[in-house]
């Protein structure tokens, strides 16, 4: 049997221009580099977490 991994996208809609370094880190460990690119991430706990850190700054839908 194939258990199909559910997945997350996650969307830079606010730019990092002055935010926290942590919250910046946040940004670069999900992947996402420049505004309105989108990242198909695996649906963990720490990717949630990081989403909702930065939830401000971003989009995210699941699928």
Same mark, same amino acid.
């Given at each position: 049997?194939?258990?199909? &991994? &559910?997945? @997350? &996208?996650?969307?830079?809609? #606010?730019?990092?221009?002055? #935010?926290?370094?942590?919250?910046?880190?946040?940004?670069?460990?999900?992947?996402?580099?420049?505004?309105?690119?989108?990242? =198909?991430? =695996?649906?963990?706990?720490?990717?949630?977490?990081?989403?909702? &850190? @930065?939830?401000? *700054?971003?989009? *995210?839908?699941?699928?």
């Amino acid at each position: 049997m194939n258990a199909k &991994k &559910k997945t @997350i &996208k996650v969307t830079l809609v #606010r730019s990092l221009h002055g #935010r926290l370094p942590n919250h910046r880190a946040c940004v670069a460990g999900l992947g996402l580099k420049r505004m309105h690119q989108t990242v =198909e991430l =695996e649906d963990t706990a720490a990717v949630r977490g990081m989403v909702n &850190k @930065i939830s401000y *700054m971003v989009r *995210m839908e699941e699928g």
